[in-house]
């Protein structure tokens, strides 16, 4: 089920069929894929995708967005049939590094050198030496929480995170370390570093995005669009854009420049989980509490294509340098490679028995690193071919 088919497909039902025959063929997949009764590995996937798909058809409101939805994009697409395999997409693991002492929440790659950084629960920051397999270096940060990571060389990085109605955010030069907070009025969920460092964006439970000026600790803007908690935020690359996803689900891209909302996106079904836009900021990649993830157009917000595979929330999305490869790291232990251009997923790695949280690209592709509630951080060498 790595294809992108239509929820009427997924049942093997036409799109006129009554809500009995629905459920006949709900009952008859679910006697063949539940996890309790197939042996399949991908069973629970399978029958996540089978849930979703009745559950969305045998509701009278969600079965007519869904039907409006289908003709207004006209991308949900039956399974090509088989080719040749192809591989576009070769994983080996290079590497379990083993340094921190509590779970790690963010991993990044520095551009200059593509040297491996990463921080844990703790607030511990360690900078690997690949060759021998150990930090060549570590700094406590002793405010606040870290949750993600921005490197601009081996030397300089900037590091936030929040707790509660708190923001902390580091500059690290160096040996020099410089610590602020900024108390929110309300709680803030999730944070995200502009490309050049020099803003904070934080989404709260009160439905509102602030973003603040890193040098200082000043406001930019604040705004309060969404109907409902913002759950995730992402930076474009170049810094013009920002997207917010919510509880309400909805996505909202921002300029980033004024705090304006340039467009919302409301094809998804439910809380939005992660987001990240393509290098080429081209495509936003959107994962929600349904397990999908779905791949939007930023010129005019068009869903282009939806893929399943995991089968606990996704924690962390990051695209490849070639704008077509991206990666996820979920809750259920694995790390999912997927072809944004074709919608489908091309590898699956087995990863630990403990959430993953976080995933990172090396500046040139080659290295895939992960990490996570088991405190080992991974490293794969990555072979992507051209999309076809």
Partial sequence: MKSVTSYYEILGVGPTTDSDTLRKAYRRLARKHHPDVSKDPRAHENMARINEAFETLVDPSKRNEYDAMLAGTGHFEAPAKEKAPQKPVVVRLLQRLKGHKTPVYAVTF????????????????LWWDEAVGRPSR???????????????????????????????????????????KANQEEWVGCVAISSDGSSLAAGSMHHSLSVTNTSDGHSRFRREEHADAVTAVAW?????????????????????????????????????TALAF?????????????????????????????????????????????????????????????????GIGNVRIEVSTRP????????????????GQDKLVRLWEVAAKEAA
């Fill in 110 to 125: 520095t551009p200059d050198t593509g040297g491996l950084v990463s921080s844990a629960f703790d607030n511990e920051i």
């Fill in 138 to 180: 570590r700094t406590k940060v002793e405010a606040g929480v870290i949750s993600t990571i921005r490197a601009f060389s081996l030397d300089r990085l900037v590091v936030a995170g929040s707790a509660e109605s708190q923001v902390t955010y580091c500059r690290l030069e160096g040996d020099k370390v410089e610590a602020f």
């Fill in 236 to 272: 474009s690359n170049d810094g013009r854009f920002l997207a917010t996803g919510s509880a309400d689900a909805t996505v909202k891209l921002w300029d980033a420049r004024i705090g304006k909302p340039v467009g919302t996106i409301s094809q998804l079904r439910g809380a939005v």
């Fill in 278 to 342: 393509s290098n080429d900021g081209r495509f936003l990649a959107a994962a929600g509490v349904d397990l999908s993830i779905r791949i939007f157009r930023i010129a005019d917000g068009e869903l282009i294509k939806m893929m399943f595979g995991h089968t606990k929330p996704i924690e962390s999305i990051a695209f490849h340098p070639n704008n077509w490869l991206f990666a996820s790291a979920s809750r259920d232990g694995t790390v999912g490679l997927w072809n944004a251009a074709k």
């Fill in 356 to 371: 993953v949280s976080c995933v990172a690209f090396s500046p040139d592709g080659t290295r895939l690193a992960a990490a």
